[in-house]
């Protein structure tokens, strides 16, 4: 893959995971020695890589996992809000993924099989404080929340896959996946 | 295999005998075998298809197509409101609203007892005399609050239909302008006589001179149609009269059929004679079943006077007679190939053409399938001649159109005019005031706005198969709209994707501006579904589902513009309620148990 | 004298009753298809082998060839529609490839492949599908069905079982099986049969064959849909 060539400034780049399995962003570490590439070319906001906690003024957001719950839309809303590029990461970020499947399940049914009725938790409630984030009735994919600006399917999608999604973003070419980058699994 | 109760058996045997275990006759099967027990229960399927040798899967399949078909329980009275746009205007959801709590059910629910269930249904050709609704497939016009607390009293003290008033069932003709058509008044028998006289090819030639064209939307070549189905190999040939009339606001055929109806079967049989076909079917949508035993008495009249059966006229090799095939509620089966699947008993899915119904249509034999209407004038060419017939209209649409008209005038119902009258003529007379748009053509018509009302009734102009839904000031286009495009929704057929898919996806816009949910990216993306819509489709059904939208969205564009609330994107659902199962589950109520719908409001 | 027409600007010779997609294939020339099978009849209900010819839009799988007429399939325009036709397939029902058994192996992914389709785009319907497990040897999971109807052709048509029927109408028509009891168990059908090996997708699988192939060793994983028909047809 050919190195991108540098832009005029160093853009900002957040990632964030929603419901996802964090898959996506073992994956985007693993695009290995481009890593060091990709920080020559950028700078990490709010990520895995950093110690920021809330996002802010960026070129481009990386969302992975789809939108479970209350908090998955503030952080989503966030990352709309400050990223110019948004671009969902993952199958789960496009179309809800592996945690959808609970979608034709009624939410009641999902949260008493899982705090009431499993064995060893005999009289066991469903939490009710106020910290936790509520579930949402259905595992949205984000582009349902916010309006995203690219996809990147795959699950995860590939380290070359990402590699090359990001250099054509930051080449300033629309990204795009053919030829093998382009999965579904 | 599961047995079935002893009575319904033998009833049920009836029917299958009545029809002669024929597999063609399996919606007609159906439809009967519902009147046993009100639907039509598992091992009932199961049995038609074993006395039929036919798969159950092929049984449950149709059963599953026509929504008057009932494979869940349904109320002993199952009322039907009739939702047109015309009846929305007309009040329906609220007296639909009143009949429910009257009655202390949920529509589209059954009530515990069994005894009632209560929903909606596409446009029941009532819209003269709206609202209206259908009682166990009884038409019932005219609905108000009063009528709607007589009929839950009689449904609580479930008294049989056959003891309601006699004046609920009374549909009027309500024929506002006559013009050659409902002026003529002939003996039957005697168009036949004359093109007996003419012979075939004479006959053929008349109608060619009269430049009949079809008055069922598509405005095909009467002649040329029947030509083509004549010099087609295979027999027996078929005529077939489509009274489906299913097109949103359009009810001339329905006027037709119930007070011209030797007109349409002599039309019927004039076209076999021209084509040398001896076999017809009217296919009578079910909707209008309550027309079918006075149909089935003028058949046995002209039967007896030899109009139709054996040698008609005493004319040697003039064999033909016709039999009459119930719809089951499905709009596409209008569509004439959909159709011709329908009466072989199948799921109403249209087919692929070519071949054309005149090459390979019913059971692969030549079929002419004709609209109501033109099969009645060509009583008129066969009296009066083809040059007379032509000298009518204008040069492109000779003679004259039945219009059926709705909505917002004085006096609506059927009227009668040679092609070429303009929109604004026609407004006049029916006693329209303050007109802010007219639908001509149905649903999947044109809408049209009031710069356009010097426009002409005419295939050349604003073609129409005879619907004309009127709309004064007060009315919100964007609201005619979407109830067009929930209409399509509910009747694509399903086969191809684009509509079967499209149609929903359009609805979901729809229902999201609506439902205060809307954002300027999503008239792109409905723009981008009228498209896909219009082109990929498989049947005149789905191309013609995104013009409501396509025209309102050009000449009414601020009714949409007005529903967003936001310029850029909003979620289609509402982010709040999607919590509101797990508040409950929780017991929260807490400031983080909640989101802002919109999200201006966070910020 | 072959008649011919042109497809994208190159000429296609046919013959006379030969679909627009028959002889481009023959020609060497690629049009998708979904519910088209060459074994049965043109279906027509996918719409994925839309071209447009003379200018008005055609499935090509089902359209007689015509002398003279031109033809535009590999467009972007055409590629456009296609693109937009999958996204609707994959929307109205519940397609996640990473649980799928058939994933690699699948038509209507592959072609997701061939026409760039990143997002499904629009909002999803989640539909309520139960999977039917009663069979011993095969599973049905209807969550996947794009109603090319091939596995009711071939089951009617070449095994003489009719094991598979539509039923409902519009969004809500979805498969059904030969039983009153609605159980794939109650019927004849068998993993030997025609039907049980022709879904394009992955609603009718073998039971217990499972990931044998390892993701990345799969039929598109290492060939596009493009070249695989394209070879088929040659042999
Ligand atoms: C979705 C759809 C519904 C239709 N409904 C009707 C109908 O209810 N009555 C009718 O006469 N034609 C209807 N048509 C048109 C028929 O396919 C056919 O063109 C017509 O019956 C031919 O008769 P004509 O030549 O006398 O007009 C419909 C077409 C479509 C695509
Ligand atoms: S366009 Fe609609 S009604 Fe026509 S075949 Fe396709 S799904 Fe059926
Ligand atoms: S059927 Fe095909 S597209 Fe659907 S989930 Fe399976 S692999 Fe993916
Ligand atoms: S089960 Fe498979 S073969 Fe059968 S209709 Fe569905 S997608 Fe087609
Ligand atoms: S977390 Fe990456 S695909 Fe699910
Ligand atoms: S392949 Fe032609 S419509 Fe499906």
């Not at chain 2, 049989?160 to 009374?170: N, T």
């Not at chain 2, 609506?514 to 008239?523: Q, T, W």
């Not at chain 3, 693109?83 to 992914?109: A, D, I, T, Y």
Request: proline share 6%; with cysteine; aromatic share 8%.
């Amino acid at each position: 893959m050919s190195p991108a060539p540098a832009p005029a400034r160093k853009l900002r780049v957040a990632t964030t995971s929603l419901a996802g399995c964090f898959g996506c962003h073992m994956s985007f570490l693993d695009i290995d020695e481009h890593l060091f590439e990709l920080v020559e070319l950028v700078e990490f906001d709010r990520s895995p890589l950093t110690d920021i906690k809330d996002v802010g003024p960026c070129d481009i957001g990386l969302i992975e996992g789809g939108v479970c719950n209350a908090e998955n839309v503030h952080v989503l809303r966030e990352f709309r809000r400050h990223c110019k590029t948004l671009i969902a990461l993952g199958a789960c970020a496009v179309n809800g993924g592996l945690p959808a499947q609970r979608n034709h399940l009624p939410l009641s049914e999902c949260l008493r099989e899982v705090y009431q009725f499993r064995p060893g938790l005999e009289n066991g409630q469903i939490p009710n404080d106020p910290e936790l984030p509520l579930p949402l009735d259905r595992v949205r994919p984000i582009h349902e929340v916010v309006r995203v600006d690219y996809f990147l399917p795959g699950c995860p999608p590939s380290g070359p896959a990402i590699w090359k999604f990001l250099t054509d973003l930051i080449a300033g070419r629309t990204p795009r996946l053919a030829g093998g980058l382009l999965h579904y699994d | 295999m599961s047995a079935l109760p002893a009575t319904p058996t033998a009833a049920l045997d009836g029917v299958l005998q009545r029809h002669g275990h024929y597999p063609t006759e399996l919606l007609q099967i159906l439809i009967e075998a519902q009147d046993l027990e009100g639907w039509l229960p598992a091992p009932t399927l199961t049995h038609i298809a074993q006395s039929l040798h036919i798969p159950r899967s092929r049984v449950e399949g149709v059963a599953g197509f026509y929504s008057f078909l009932y494979t869940q329980p349904v109320g002993r009275y199952r009322v039907l409101f009739s939702d047109n746009i015309t009846d929305r205007m007309l009040g329906n959801a609220e007296l639909m609203d009143a009949l429910c709590r009257k009655l202390w059910i949920e529509p589209g629910k059954l009530s515990e007892d069994g005894l009632v269930s209560i929903a909606t249904t596409s446009c029941t050709g009532l819209c003269d005399q709206g609202p209206g609704m259908l009682v166990n497939g009884r038409a019932i016009g005219q609905l108000t609050h009063r009528r709607i607390n007589e009929i839950a009293e009689m449904i609580r003290q479930q008294r049989p239909l056959e003891l309601w008033p006699a004046e609920y069932f009374q549909i009027g003709d309500n024929i506002r302008r006559k013009d050659s058509l409902l002026n003529l008044d002939m003996k039957p028998g005697a168009a036949l006589a004359a093109v007996i006289e003419l012979g075939r090819e004479g006959w053929l030639q008349e109608v060619q001179k009269s430049n009949l064209r079809g008055r069922g939307g598509a405005g095909f070549a009467t002649a040329v149609k029947w030509a083509s189905a004549r010099n087609a190999s295979g027999e027996p040939k078929i005529i077939v009269c489509n009274a489906d009339e299913g097109e949103p606001g359009t009810f001339k055929d329905r006027v037709l059929l119930n007070s011209y109806a030797d007109l349409i079967f002599e039309g019927m049989t004039l076209a076999a004679w021209a084509v040398g076909a001896s076999e017809g079917f009217l296919y009578l949508r079910g909707e209008y079943r309550y027309l079918l035993p006075q149909l089935e008495a003028v058949l046995a009249r002209r039967r007896e006077a030899g109009l139709l059966g054996r040698n008609i006229l005493h004319e040697p090799c003039f064999d033909f007679d016709i039999r009459i095939h119930l719809g089951a509620g499905a709009y596409v089966c209008g569509e004439e190939t959909a159709l011709i699947e329908s009466l072989e008993g199948k799921r109403g899915t249209p087919r692929i053409r070519p071949p054309f119904p005149v090459t390979k249509g019913y059971l692969g034999r030549p079929t002419v399938v004709n609209n109501v209407e033109t099969l009645a004038k060509t009583c008129l060419i066969a009296l009066g001649g083809g040059e007379a017939f032509a000298a009518s209209g204008t040069a492109q649409s000779a003679g004259t159109k039945l219009l059926s008209i709705s909505g917002d005038c004085a006096a609506p119902g059927i009227y009668e005019y040679p092609f070429g009258v303009p929109i604004a003529r026609i407004l006049e007379d029916c006693g329209a005031s303050d007109t802010q748009a007219v639908q001509v053509g149905g649903a999947a018509g044109v809408c049209l706005a009031g710069y356009e009302f010097q426009r002409r009734i005419a295939y050349e102009d604003v073609p129409t198969a005879g619907a004309f839904m009127i709309f004064d000031g007060s009315r919100d286009l964007f609201d005619v709209a979407r109830a067009f495009v929930h209409f399509f929704a509910h009747e694509s057929c399903g086969f191809c994707t684009p509509c079967r898919v499209g149609t929903s996806l359009l609805q979901g816009f729809m229902d999201k501006l609506a439902d205060g949910h809307g954002a300027k990216a999503d008239l792109a993306d409905i723009d981008w579904l009228d498209r896909l819509l219009k082109n990929a489709s498989h049947c005149g059904l789905g191309s013609a589902a995104p013009n409501p939208v396509i025209d309102t969205l050009q000449k009414f564009r601020p009714a949409y513009e007005r529903r967003l609330v936001s310029l850029d994107f909003e979620p289609a659902f509402d982010l709040d309620a999607a919590l509101a199962e797990a508040r409950q589950l929780t017991a929260r109520d807490d400031p983080g148990a909640h989101l802002h719908t919109h999200e201006e409001e966070e910020k | 004298m072959t008649k011919q027409f042109l497809l994208d600007g190159q000429p296609v010779p046919f013959e006379d009753g030969q679909t627009i997609l028959e002889a481009a294939r023959k020609a060497g020339h690629y049009i998708p298809s979904l519910c088209w099978h060459q074994d049965f009849p043109p279906h027509g209900s996918c719409k994925l082998c839309i071209v447009k010819a003379a200018g008005r839009h055609v499935s090509a799988c089902a359209t007689p060839a015509k002398e003279g007429w031109e033809v535009e399939s590999n467009t972007p325009e055409m590629n456009g529609e296609r693109r937009g036709l999958l996204q609707m397939l994959f929307v109205e029902g519940n397609h996640f490839c990473p649980s799928c058994e058939k994933s690699g192996n699948c038509e209507l992914q592959a072609l997701g492949y061939e026409y760039e389709m990143l997002t499904p785009r629009f909002r999803h319907f989640f539909p309520e599908r139960p999977v039917d497990a009663s069979h011993p040897d095969m599973l049905l999971d209807f969550n996947r069905c794009i109603f090319c109807e091939l596995c009711v052709r071939a089951s009617r048509d070449v095994d003489g079982k009719s094991v598979f029927a539509l039923t409902g109408r519009g969004i809500h028509k979805h498969l059904t099986v030969n039983a009153e009891s609605g159980r794939l168990a109650d019927t004849n059908f068998s993993k030997d049969d025609l039907a049980a090996r022709i879904c394009p997708v992955g609603v009718i699988l073998p039971k217990g064959r499972g990931f044998a192939v390892p993701i990345g060793e799969r039929t598109f994983d290492t060939e596009t849909i493009r070249s695989k028909t394209l070879k088929e047809e040659e042999s």
